[in-house]
């Protein structure tokens, strides 16, 4: 309000006085969304957490992330991952788990690692596909996937030709296209 009073306003424009930028009343705070209530997710994101924070609270840095002890942990936790079921009928199950795979690949460090994880998001997203739920929320996943072989063709161009092989149609035409008419950076990094 006091920035466009004295820098954007104009005559005749009047100025905004307080009661004019004050709500006449609070309505309730919009409710948090609650991610992992059930005790199998909440100890797979524990596990998952052990992977960025070390023992003793500090971030992990990438040459940790390097050592075979790590390397045996994001196994562990893909396993996790990939046995928790949770209530299949909710769609919570499913972003929940887009979102930890997704923040597996943005941890692992580049080679076997992120392999791995590449592979068993696609599995999943492949194996989701054909359940309950909504088709737009399932590509975003599949979209970020194809986001990163186009804004990294050195460091996922491999794995991009996969998806082009897939045996999943739906995944396999989105990679095609991507590969013929790529977006533009600047619409792939809102996906990241």
Known sequence: MDFFNTRLRIDPLERI???????SRLEANAP???????????AVVTRFRGLFMGADGRPSR??????KEWQSA???????????A????TPEVF????????????????????????????EFL???KDGEGNRIEW??????????????PAGYGAFAAELRKSSDPVVSVFARLEAVAPRSADRLMSLL
């Open 17 to 23: 006085e307080e009661v004019e930028s004050t709500p």
């Open 32 to 42: 948090r969304q609650q991610t992992c209530q059930d005790a199998e997710c909440q």
């Open 62 to 67: 990438p040459a940790d992330r390097e050592s």
């Open 74 to 84: 994001l196994e562990a936790v893909l396993s996790d991952l990939k046995k928790w």
């Open 86 to 89: 949770g209530d299949r009928s």
């Open 95 to 122: 972003r929940n788990k887009a979102i930890l795979y997704g923040d597996l690949l943005n941890l692992a460090p580049p080679g076997a690692a992120r392999n791995t994880v590449l592979h068993a998001e696609l």
């Open 126 to 128: 492949q194996a989701a």
């Open 139 to 152: 590509f975003l996943p599949l979209n970020t996937l194809l986001a990163h072989t186009v804004l990294d």
